[in-house]
T-cell receptor, first 116, second 111 residues
């Protein structure tokens, strides 16, 4: 069974600094997707970034980038130039295409607080 | 597109009452997911549909919970009878391929 582990329940970072959130996963599949979602206090789940497993290049979206290490089954999120609006819960998610369905497996989340 | 629409946004009910949560997925999306989020258990997948057909309901807690998707633009999650431990935020999400788009959630409080 696939699992997703986020080992950092809480983190904090100073405004304008860089922070990295960790995520590891376990799967025997070779074709899958990985995602990071952000959940601010408004509780809306917002897709931050996605990575296809077959792509070696790490995904980047503005200040957000990932470090995807397929062999190590690691998928960390780096937030550069942190802003107060980045304060949120961050969830890592895995989706396998092997079964032809689109079921996500979510991690338990990391609560990030950006300090002024 | 208006995104995934959920109603109501907040629901307060008494134990034993029936509760119905509603979801309108994004037009053109063929998969729909119901999640429950609590502090203790995090984000749990309850059930998901593909082309209006329930594919996996293994996350549904017990027989008090039921979900339907009568057509491509509407789904309901029903709890009957409700219990205080059902208090949570319930999310609906839809997808056409790999990316899931979440609704704003329904905060349910059962007293």
């Amino acid at each position: 069974a696939q699992t997703v582990t986020q080992s950092q329940p809480e983190m904090s970072v100073q405004e304008a600094e860089t922070v990295t959130l960790s995520c590891t996963y376990d799967t025997s599949e070779s074709n899958y997707y990985l995602f990071w979602y952000k959940q601010p206090p408004s509780r809306q789940m917002i897709l931050v970034i996605r990575q296809e497993a077959y792509k070696q290049q790490n995904a980047t979206e503005n200040r957000f980038s990932v470090n995807f290490q397929k062999a190590a089954k690691s998928f960390s999120l780096k937030i550069s130039d942190s802003q107060l609006g980045d304060t949120a819960m961050y969830f890592c998610a895995f989706m396998s295409m092997g079964s032809g369905t689109y079921k996500y497996i979510f991690g338990t989340g990391t609560r990030l607080k950006v300090l002024a | 597109d208006a995104g995934v629409i959920q109603s109501p946004r907040h629901e307060v009910t008494e134990m034993g009452q029936e509760v119905t949560l509603r979801c309108k997925p994004i037009s053109g999306h063929n998969s729909l997911f119901w999640y429950r989020q609590t502090m203790m258990r995090g984000l749990e997948l309850l059930i998901y549909f593909n082309n209006n057909v329930p594919i996996d309901d293994s996350g549904m807690p017990e027989d008090r919970f039921s979900a339907k998707m009568p057509n491509a633009s509407f789904s309901t999650l029903k709890i009957q009878p409700s219990e205080p431990r059902d208090s949570a935020v319930y999310f609906c999400a839809s997808s056409s391929l790999d990316e899931q788009y979440f609704g704003p959630g329904t905060r349910l409080t059962v007293t």
